[in-house]
């Protein structure tokens, strides 16, 4: 049993008395050794009017600063209590002849226990020390790790041990990062998102475990059983059972929130809710969409008022487009064949809550102040301690085994990873979007927090340095985290390259596509997904999804393989056509979601099907064994009408064709003349093929 879980509540008083003698003031850290555990804690103790104050710290329990009282010095004895607490917590210990160790005992509610203390700098000036030389391992490491720039803020104490920038924000115009510098935070955006729920929460107008459909009720998932079942909890903690169809929305700049929300509801689960975790963005689109219905705000102007201005994050960002008008922003990078690449902006504006924040690291340090602090920044209170370790507890386990014995499998939060790191507990998310790589890490027990924001595309800098630096301000036995990561990256590169080599081995030799390349063009429609645009041009095919264009090469048979393009997103991606039973290329199917089955993309027939100004020449009479079609137009669509029968609707269809809306194994086709006047209606139906010729009006 530890006794001190201890009941904080009150306004608490000094009445202190003083005493001069050996020097007491100063910082201690310690133990105490109660029932066979180890509590650690740490005593401040400092002159003031005519008497001692101190505080008590005790991480593990969430401590922080609780006033001591009745501090008494008498030559080498030395006695404080902790008031307002059950039991009567108080230390009796004397300090040694140096100076240098205060123990004795702790006795609370009749109870004794040993404690000892060392005389030690404050964390802060421990930590600075400990960081000496960084910089030149961080130069080091950009050149490694072949990073054009990167900022590192780091926060120990509730004060800033490190704040600075290394490397280019712009290579081309040779510009330095610094402090200000601004770069994209993609997925670490999440945790403001869940922060901004949670102050909804606090407010009594959003329950964690109430159904979303309760709240939005158009809202629609896959399943409808899942639908009813869903709560704003599972669609923070990637267990809804969706996976991440990602390119639904990737590229996607002429889509809106609300319609993203609906499409949800054509897209397949890949397992049950809550049976597996699935990382998803968006379901986060989702939860910033709950957020808008909720406050009658946007997302974006939710999460400015909740969070970016009572911290005084006055230049973070919602949009790449408007951090590219401020003076000092970094531009995004990737790395091809040794090389670094510059990556064009692209707007991620419509999944903003799952990822669209940019920032520079000292604005993001008080950020991890807030979540430190638990919920408070300076005087502010912004949300209450409960919430804030409530989203960083685990509530979904993620599946996913470290490979270091000295760091745990991972579960996830609200918003956040978590994990124990050599023993402490470890909060954290990375963000990669476009060019940039971002990683915030929280130590709650031991008020440590480190952000590191990059340029580059998918680098795992920021988790080698954050290791080294926690490593160092815990003052942990030192671990090669550097040579071990850029060791095992080497590697990989090979690994990679090799695979590329190989992939010519999944090509069936010898085959031919079935058709004429002009017979794949056209659009294809999914209802979740949209529309793909196929198009030849000069003898080339490609394909066209949401803004990004990617040439195709026959690979075998009627698959086709994406080439090298200048956005690599659907490079050695491959497209299967399909024909229908009319004979006509039909279907497109691509792997969009890697845990489905192929998403298939039904071909539209040609626009100018439903274009009424060519419908036109369509109309008229027909006449076959002495009986009078008639075809009118109504709209955009045509109707026939066959005697003693009632009117039929003809519905576009592929190969110019209409289907019998009323009988879709009757399609009906026109012939033209050499000059193009309509000449003959054709109707195939099981039964045969007939020949309808048009009456002529003089």
């Not at 960081?131 to 790790?145: C, M, N, P």
């Not at 897209?267 to 969409?289: K, V």
């Not at 080599?501 to 031919?512: F, I, P, S, V, Y």
Request: proline content about 4%; overall charge negative.
């Amino acid at each position: 049993m530890i006794v001190l879980v201890i009941l904080l509540f009150g306004t608490i008083h000094l009445n202190c008395s003083f005493a001069q003698s050996n020097d007491v003031t100063g910082h201690w850290e310690g133990e105490i050794q109660v029932s066979g555990q180890v509590l650690e804690i740490q005593i401040d103790i400092a002159h003031g009017e005519n008497q001692f104050k101190g505080t008590i710290t005790i991480p593990v329990q969430n401590l922080k600063d609780k006033t001591l009282d009745q501090i008494e010095v008498k030559e080498d004895s030395v006695k404080f209590s902790i008031p307002g607490i059950q039991g009567n917590p108080t230390f009796n210990g004397k300090i040694s002849e140096d100076g240098q160790m205060l123990a004795g005992n702790f006795m609370q509610a009749g109870m004794t226990f040993p404690f000892e203390l060392t005389r030690m700098e404050r964390g802060f000036a421990r930590a600075n020390k400990s960081l000496e030389g960084f910089d030149t391992l961080a130069q080091k490491a950009l050149r490694d790790w072949l990073v054009p720039g990167m900022g590192i803020a780091v926060v120990y104490d509730d004060q800033l041990v490190l704040l600075e920038g290394y490397g280019k924000r712009d290579r081309e115009k040779e510009l330095p990062v610094t402090p200000q510098t601004l770069f994209a935070i993609g997925s670490s955006t999440k945790a403001f998102t869940t922060f901004t729920l949670a102050t909804l929460v606090n407010e009594g107008n959003l329950d964690w475990e109430e159904p979303v459909c309760n709240y939005l009720p158009d809202f629609r998932m896959h399943d409808p059983v899942v639908t009813r079942q869903i709560t704003p909890v599972d669609l923070i903690t990637h267990r809804s059972g969706l996976p991440r169809h990602d390119l639904l929305w990737y590229g996607n700049q002429n889509i809106s929130r609300s319609e993203l929300v609906h499409r949800l509801r054509y897209l397949p689960l890949s397992t049950d809710i809550r049976q597996e975790f699935q990382y998803n963005n968006l379901m986060y689109l989702t939860a910033g969409y709950l957020t808008e219905q909720l406050t009658g705000q946007t997302w974006e102007d939710a999460v400015k008022q909740r969070i970016f201005e009572p911290l005084g994050m006055q230049r973070s960002n919602f949009s790449v487009m408007i951090s590219q008008k401020d003076d000092d922003y970094a531009k995004g990078y990737r790395e091809e064949a040794d090389q670094l690449k510059f990556i064009p902006f692209r707007s991620i504006n419509v999944m903003g809550p799952a990822g669209s924040i940019n920032s520079s690291v000292e604005e993001m340090s008080r950020w991890m102040k807030v979540q430190l602090n638990g919920g408070k920044y300076e005087e502010q209170i912004l949300l209450s301690p409960s919430l804030i370790e409530k989203m960083h507890q685990p509530h979904m386990v993620t599946n996913r085994s470290s490979q270091h014995k000295e760091i745990s499998d991972t579960d996830y939060g609200l918003g956040w990873f978590i994990d124990s790191y050599r023993g402490h507990k470890r909060v954290f998310h990375g963000g990669n979007i476009d060019g940039f790589s971002a990683l915030v890490t929280l130590f709650p027990a031991d008020d440590l927090g480190i952000v590191v924001l990059t340029n580059k595309n998918g680098t795992s800098l920021p988790s080698i340095l954050r290791n080294h630096i926690a490593d160092k301000i815990l003052e942990l036995e030192s671990i090669d985290w550097y040579g071990n990561a850029l060791s095992a990256m080497e590697k990989g590169k090979e690994i990679s390259k090799e695979a590329q080599e190989k992939k010519e081995a999944t090509r069936m030799e010898g085959t031919q596509h079935s058709r004429k390349l002009e017979n794949y063009a056209g659009t294809y429609q999914h209802p979740g997904y949209g529309k793909i645009t196929v198009e030849l041009d000069e003898g080339q095919l490609s394909f066209t999804y949401h803004d990004i264009k990617t040439p195709l090469e026959h690979w075998h048979y009627d698959v086709f393989n994406g080439m090298k393009a200048e956005d690599p997103v659907f490079r050695n991606m491959k497209l299967q056509f399909q024909s229908n039973l009319d004979g006509y290329i039909s279907e497109l199917l691509i792997q969009m979601e890697p845990r489905l089955d192929p998403i298939g993309f039904i071909k539209e027939p040609d626009k100018k099907l439903t274009d009424a100004s060519y419908l036109e020449q369509f109309t008229g009479q027909y006449v076959i064994v002495g009986d009078t079609i008639l075809v009118s137009l109504a709209g955009n669509q045509l109707k026939m009408k066959v005697p003693g029968q009632p009117q039929y609707t003809l519905v576009p269809a592929l190969g110019d064709q209409f289907k019998l809306k009323e009988y879709a194994v009757i399609a009906v086709s026109f012939k033209m003349s050499d000059e193009g006047r309509v000449e003959e209606m054709i109707l195939d139906q099981p039964g045969g093929r007939y020949t309808v010729k048009r009456i002529r009006e003089e």
